[in-house]
C-alpha cells in the first residue's frame, strides 16, 4: 500500500518534470544572487547574471529567469544591480596573526605631533583592560612640527598606571613612559649600553623616555609575549579585517604548532570567518613533531582548516639586503646576501615532504636563492619523483632568466605578491642594476613560460587588500599612479590573469581548485560582491571599488549582520 503511493507520489513528480521542463529539481536555495554581473571563471559559461547557494555550495549559476525558479519563501535574496560577483578572492600569502595583533598595537604611522600620540594612547588606555601594556609603533619626529625626541611626561598623564611602549617607525628608537622605564629598572644611574643610548633630563640626568637602538633591549623584552587567548583574538581579528577586504582564503605562510590548534579551536567556534590554508612554519623540530609526522589535516571544520604545506626560508630581504644574489648587490660590493639554509638541507627537507604528503613553499627572494631551492626540488623529485607535488616558491621575486621556464618544467609555483614589486620600485634598481632587473618582479616572462601564478599579498607587511594587488599587477603603479606608464611595464598582468591569480591559480596552489576558485554548479560559495566590475573599469578604479558583501560557504560574512 506505502509502496504504491510512493510509486503513485514519483509518476506525479515525473508528469510534473515534463510540463515544467527548466525546473531544476531539490528544495529551494537558502541563498539566491540576481541581477549581477558575475564572472565565474569558468570557460564553459565565464557571465551569468545569478546564481543559487544550497548547503554553502552553488546549485546553480545562470540568468534570472533561470535562478528565480529556484527561489523558496524562506531563500535569502541578494539584489546585485549593478555589481560584480567574483570567486571569492584568495591571499595566497599571508600571516592573519600579525595582521591580528598589529590591529591591537596603536599604529601610529602619520601621527602629527607627540600630543595627537598621547591622545591615541589615552585612548587607548582607556579602552583597554587595565594593567596590560599599551604597545604602539610608527611614530616619527621628523613629521612633527616640534622635531626634538618626546619625552616620558606627555606619556605618564595619558596612561600614569600602566607601561606603555611605542617604537619609532624605523624600529631604531622606542619611546616608554615612567612605568614602563620603571619596571626595566632603568634610572639616572643606568649606564648607555654599547650601541645604545638613553636619552636623559639634561638638568636631571633621569632618563627622558626615548630609548635608542641596543638601549631599546633593556626594555623590550619586558613586553609580554602574547597569551594563547591573545593569539587566538589576533587570529580571529586578522580574519575579520581579511573577510572586510573581500578575502575569503587565505594561505597563512607559518604557523606553529599552537597557531594550529587555535585556528582548529577557531573552526570548531564558527569562529573563524574564512577559509586558512595554513603553512607549518619550519623549525629545529619540525621532523620531530607529532604535527608533522601525523601528516596534512585536509578540510577540518566544514573546509574551513587545511594544514598541509610547510613553509621554509632560503635567504632574506632584498631591502636589508639579505636576499642571497648569484653576484654582488649593485649599491654593495662584495655583498651577496645571505642563505637561510643549507641547500643540502633544503633538499633533505623536500624529500621529507613528499614521503609524509606535505607540500613545501620555500621563501627565496634573490636570485641564488631562488636557483637554490629549484636545485633541491629538482633533485628531490628525481630521487621520488611526484607528478602533483605542487612545491612553491614564496616571493620568487629576483630570478636568473635561465631559471624562469625551470617553474613550468618542474610544476612548481611561483607564489608572488603584486605590491611587493611597487613597493621595492623606488630602490630595486639601486640593489640589482639594470641587467637583474630583466628577471625581477618577472611576471609576464614566468606566465609566458607557461607557469601561473598564485597571487597574494605579504600582510602585514603590505596591505591585506586584494584590489590593491590587482591594480599593481596590472598597472605595475603604485596607489597614486607612479610612475607614468607603470615600472618595467611589460611585465604587467592582464586584468585576467591577475584575477586568476588571486582566485583559481591561488586555489590551484592549495590543492583546492576542484571545489572552489570558480562559480560553477557544484563548486563552493565563496564570492566576493563589488560595487564595480574589477575587469572591466578604468584601472584607477580598481582601487576605489568597494567591497559589497563577501560570502564564504554561501553565509554572507562580510559585513556580519
Ligand atoms: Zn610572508
Given at each position: 500500500m506505502r509502496g504504491s503511493r510512493i510509486l503513485a507520489a514519483a509518476a506525479l513528480a515525473a508528469i510534473a518534470g515534463c510540463r515544467t521542463l527548466?525546473?531544476?529539481?531539490?528544495?529551494?536555495?537558502?541563498l539566491v544572487l540576481l541581477g549581477g554581473t558575475v564572472?565565474?571563471?569558468?570557460?564553459?559559461?565565464?557571465?551569468?547574471?545569478a546564481l543559487a547557494v544550497r548547503g554553502g555550495l552553488l546549485a546553480a549559476v545562470g540568468s534570472d529567469d533561470e535562478i528565480r525558479?529556484?527561489?523558496?519563501?524562506g531563500t535569502r535574496v541578494l539584489d546585485a544591480a549593478g555589481l560584480t560577483v567574483l570567486p571569492g578572492l584568495v591571499?595566497?600569502?599571508?600571516?592573519l596573526e600579525s595582521l591580528g595583533a598589529g590591529l591591537r598595537r596603536?599604529?601610529?604611522?602619520?601621527?602629527?605631533s607627540a600630543e595627537e600620540v598621547a591622545a591615541a594612547v589615552r585612548e587607548r588606555a582607556a579602552a583597554a583592560p587595565p594593567g596590560g601594556w599599551i604597545l604602539g609603533r610608527g611614530w616619527d619626529q621628523?613629521?612633527?612640527?616640534?622635531k626634538s625626541f618626546p619625552t616620558r611626561h606627555l606619556l605618564d598623564a595619558a596612561a600614569p598606571d600602566r607601561p606603555v611602549w611605542l617604537v619609532r617607525i624605523d624600529g631604531h628608537a622606542g619611546w616608554a613612559n615612567g612605568r614602563a622605564l620603571a619596571l626595566a629598572g632603568i634610572g639616572p644611574s643606568t649606564p648607555d649600553p654599547a650601541g645604545g643610548r638613553i636619552l636623559r633630563?639634561?638638568?636631571?640626568?633621569?632618563?627622558?623616555g626615548v630609548l635608542v637602538d641596543a638601549a631599546m633591549d633593556l626594555l623590550a623584552p619586558l613586553v609580554p609575549r602574547p597569551t594563547r587567548a591573545e593569539r587566538k583574538d589576533a587570529l580571529r581579528r586578522g580574519a575579520e579585517a581579511c573577510v572586510a577586504a573581500g578575502?575569503?582564503?587565505?594561505?597563512?605562510a607559518g604557523v606553529d604548532a599552537e597557531g594550529v590548534d587555535l585556528c582548529r579551536e577557531l573552526a570548531d567556534e564558527g569562529a573563524l570567518p574564512l577559509r586558512v590554508y595554513a603553512m607549518l612554519a619550519d623549525s629545529p623540530d619540525l621532523i620531530r613533531g607529532t604535527t608533522f609526522r601525523e601528516g596534512p589535516v585536509v578540510g577540518y571544520g566544514g573546509r574551513r582548516l587545511t594544514v598541509r604545506a610547510v613553509k621554509a626560508y632560503a635567504d632574506g630581504a632584498l631591502g636589508s639586503r639579505g636576499a642571497a644574489l648569484l653576484e654582488d648587490y649593485a649599491d654593495d660590493p662584495g655583498n651577496r646576501g645571505l642563505l637561510q639554509a643549507e641547500p643540502a638541507a633544503l633538499e633533505a627537507l623536500a624529500g621529507r615532504c613528499l614521503a609524509v604528503g606535505w607540500q613545501l613553499c620555500v621563501h627565496a627572494i634573490g636570485d641564488r636563492g631562488n636557483r637554490v631551492v629549484l636545485d633541491a626540488f629538482e633533485a628531490a623529485l628525481r630521487r621520488a619523483p611526484r607528478a602533483d607535488h605542487r612545491f612553491r616558491v614564496e616571493?620568487?621575486?629576483?630570478?636568473s632568466l635561465e631559471d624562469i621556464p625551470r617553474f613550468a618544467r618542474l610544476g612548481v609555483?611561483?607564489?608572488?605578491?603584486?605590491?611587493h614589486a611597487t613597493s621595492d620600485m623606488p630602490w630595486a634598481g639601486d640593489r640589482?642594476?639594470?641587467?637583474?632587473l630583466a628577471g625581477a618582479y618577472a611576471w609576464r616572462k614566468i606566465l609566458d613560460a607557461g607557469s601561473a601564478i598564485p597571487c597574494g599579498s605579504d600582510f602585514p607587511v603590505e596591505s591585506h587588500d586584494p584590489l590593491k594587488g590587482i591594480h599593481a599587477a596590472v598597472t605595475?603603479?603604485?596607489?597614486?599612479?607612479?610612475p607614468e606608464g607603470g615600472w618595467?611595464?611589460?611585465?604587467r598582468m592582464t586584468r585576467e590573469e591577475a584575477l586568476r591569480g588571486f582566485t583559481v591559480d591561488a586555489c590551484r596552489a592549495a590543492f583546492e581548485e576542484g571545489w572552489k576558485g570558480t562559480l560553477a554548479?557544484?563548486?563552493?560559495?565563496d564570492l566576493t560582491v563589488l560595487d564595480r566590475d574589477v575587469l572591466a573599469?578604468?584601472?584607477?578604479e580598481i582601487l576605489e571599488a568597494r567591497v559589497v558583501w563577501t560570502v564564504v560557504a554561501g553565509e554572507v560574512v562580510y559585513p556580519s549582520r
Amino acid at each position: 500500500m506505502r509502496g504504491s503511493r510512493i510509486l503513485a507520489a514519483a509518476a506525479l513528480a515525473a508528469i510534473a518534470g515534463c510540463r515544467t521542463l527548466r525546473e531544476p529539481p531539490g528544495p529551494p536555495a537558502d541563498l539566491v544572487l540576481l541581477g549581477g554581473t558575475v564572472h565565474t571563471m569558468d570557460p564553459a559559461r565565464p557571465r551569468a547574471e545569478a546564481l543559487a547557494v544550497r548547503g554553502g555550495l552553488l546549485a546553480a549559476v545562470g540568468s534570472d529567469d533561470e535562478i528565480r525558479l529556484l527561489a523558496g519563501p524562506g531563500t535569502r535574496v541578494l539584489d546585485a544591480a549593478g555589481l560584480t560577483v567574483l570567486p571569492g578572492l584568495v591571499d595566497a600569502h599571508g600571516h592573519l596573526e600579525s595582521l591580528g595583533a598589529g590591529l591591537r598595537r596603536i599604529d601610529l604611522v602619520g601621527t602629527a605631533s607627540a600630543e595627537e600620540v598621547a591622545a591615541a594612547v589615552r585612548e587607548r588606555a582607556a579602552a583597554a583592560p587595565p594593567g596590560g601594556w599599551i604597545l604602539g609603533r610608527g611614530w616619527d619626529q621628523n613629521d612633527w612640527a616640534k622635531k626634538s625626541f618626546p619625552t616620558r611626561h606627555l606619556l605618564d598623564a595619558a596612561a600614569p598606571d600602566r607601561p606603555v611602549w611605542l617604537v619609532r617607525i624605523d624600529g631604531h628608537a622606542g619611546w616608554a613612559n615612567g612605568r614602563a622605564l620603571a619596571l626595566a629598572g632603568i634610572g639616572p644611574s643606568t649606564p648607555d649600553p654599547a650601541g645604545g643610548r638613553i636619552l636623559r633630563d639634561p638638568a636631571t640626568g633621569e632618563p627622558a623616555g626615548v630609548l635608542v637602538d641596543a638601549a631599546m633591549d633593556l626594555l623590550a623584552p619586558l613586553v609580554p609575549r602574547p597569551t594563547r587567548a591573545e593569539r587566538k583574538d589576533a587570529l580571529r581579528r586578522g580574519a575579520e579585517a581579511c573577510v572586510a577586504a573581500g578575502l575569503t582564503s587565505v594561505h597563512d605562510a607559518g604557523v606553529d604548532a599552537e597557531g594550529v590548534d587555535l585556528c582548529r579551536e577557531l573552526a570548531d567556534e564558527g569562529a573563524l570567518p574564512l577559509r586558512v590554508y595554513a603553512m607549518l612554519a619550519d623549525s629545529p623540530d619540525l621532523i620531530r613533531g607529532t604535527t608533522f609526522r601525523e601528516g596534512p589535516v585536509v578540510g577540518y571544520g566544514g573546509r574551513r582548516l587545511t594544514v598541509r604545506a610547510v613553509k621554509a626560508y632560503a635567504d632574506g630581504a632584498l631591502g636589508s639586503r639579505g636576499a642571497a644574489l648569484l653576484e654582488d648587490y649593485a649599491d654593495d660590493p662584495g655583498n651577496r646576501g645571505l642563505l637561510q639554509a643549507e641547500p643540502a638541507a633544503l633538499e633533505a627537507l623536500a624529500g621529507r615532504c613528499l614521503a609524509v604528503g606535505w607540500q613545501l613553499c620555500v621563501h627565496a627572494i634573490g636570485d641564488r636563492g631562488n636557483r637554490v631551492v629549484l636545485d633541491a626540488f629538482e633533485a628531490a623529485l628525481r630521487r621520488a619523483p611526484r607528478a602533483d607535488h605542487r612545491f612553491r616558491v614564496e616571493h620568487a621575486q629576483v630570478l636568473s632568466l635561465e631559471d624562469i621556464p625551470r617553474f613550468a618544467r618542474l610544476g612548481v609555483l611561483p607564489s608572488m605578491q603584486p605590491t611587493h614589486a611597487t613597493s621595492d620600485m623606488p630602490w630595486a634598481g639601486d640593489r640589482l642594476g639594470p641587467a637583474r632587473l630583466a628577471g625581477a618582479y618577472a611576471w609576464r616572462k614566468i606566465l609566458d613560460a607557461g607557469s601561473a601564478i598564485p597571487c597574494g599579498s605579504d600582510f602585514p607587511v603590505e596591505s591585506h587588500d586584494p584590489l590593491k594587488g590587482i591594480h599593481a599587477a596590472v598597472t605595475r603603479q603604485d596607489a597614486g599612479g607612479r610612475p607614468e606608464g607603470g615600472w618595467l611595464p611589460g611585465e604587467r598582468m592582464t586584468r585576467e590573469e591577475a584575477l586568476r591569480g588571486f582566485t583559481v591559480d591561488a586555489c590551484r596552489a592549495a590543492f583546492e581548485e576542484g571545489w572552489k576558485g570558480t562559480l560553477a554548479p557544484g563548486m563552493a560559495a565563496d564570492l566576493t560582491v563589488l560595487d564595480r566590475d574589477v575587469l572591466a573599469c578604468p584601472a584607477t578604479e580598481i582601487l576605489e571599488a568597494r567591497v559589497v558583501w563577501t560570502v564564504v560557504a554561501g553565509e554572507v560574512v562580510y559585513p556580519s549582520r
